[in-house]
């Protein structure tokens, strides 16, 4: 959904690198979430935030962190990369918790 | 916590055919959504169908029908006329209807569409 995007597309780093991944959308909604995709296991969620002050961890949170910058901008955090976080990554966002969510073309981050 | 399992890894299908793929969860809420989503080869995540629980009717989006068994907490998608474009992964995902819970998703079921 181009109302959803995600810098980089494409990423390579080194283990002990910090890396951030960004997400913006003009889609006007409060809620943003991060997924993240590892082959045979579906999405996994990583962080979620209902608006700007209320920000949750996912059932994967453990290396991760997150910024929600605006209602507009919401970034996932890696502060020292390591291989198995080698993954697609992707936001999402929807409107309230009855609403679908609509999501971003996906990163894919390659941690060496 | 909710599950939601997709027992199929792998399917295909002649083009032009129909095929189903299977998804189960499980869930002690009564009130909550269900969603099919395709992953294509651009890896793009694309919304194909929605249900609420609280409707008895089947959702239905041109080609694509799903079959929601509530009781038996079943939600399996119907392709007709299959198409090489359908090629992709598809994901069963689940979200409660009340409280601020994100999205469960399955494992996914791979999809070929065979000329």
């Known amino acids: 959904d181009a109302d959803v995007t995600q810098t980089p597309r494409n990423r390579i780093t080194k283990t002990g690198k910090r890396i951030m991944l960004e997400c913006s959308q003009t889609?006007?909604?409060?809620?943003m979430y991060w997924y993240r995709q590892d082959p045979g296991l579906g999405l996994q969620l990583i962080y979620y935030s209902f608006d700007v002050k209320d920000i949750n961890k996912g059932e994967i949170s453990d290396g991760y962190s997150v910024s929600r910058q605006a209602q507009a901008k919401f970034s996932l955090s890696l502060e020292s990369a390591i291989p198995n976080q080698t993954a697609l990554y992707f936001c999402a966002t929807s409107a309230d918790y009855t609403d679908t969510q609509y999501f971003g073309p996906g990163t894919r981050l390659t941690v060496l | 916590a909710q599950t939601v399992t997709q027992s199929q890894p792998e399917m295909s299908v002649q083009e032009a055919e129909t095929v189903t793929l299977s998804c189960t969860y499980d869930?002690?809420?009564?009130?909550?959504?269900l969603f099919w989503y395709k992953q294509p080869p651009s890896r793009q995540m694309i919304l194909v169908i929605r249900q609420e629980a609280y409707k008895q009717q089947n959702a239905t989006e041109n080609r694509f029908s799903v079959n929601f068994q509530k009781a038996a907490k079943s939600f399996s998608l119907k392709i007709s006329d299959s198409q090489l474009g359908d090629t992709a992964m598809y994901f069963c995902?689940?979200?409660?209807?009340?409280?601020?819970?994100?999205?469960?998703f399955g494992k996914g079921t791979r999809l070929s569409v065979i000329a």
């Open positions: 869930t002690s809420e009564s009130n909550y959504y």
């Open positions: 889609k006007g909604h409060d809620r």
């Open positions: 995902a689940f979200m409660r209807g009340s409280g601020n819970t994100p999205l469960v």
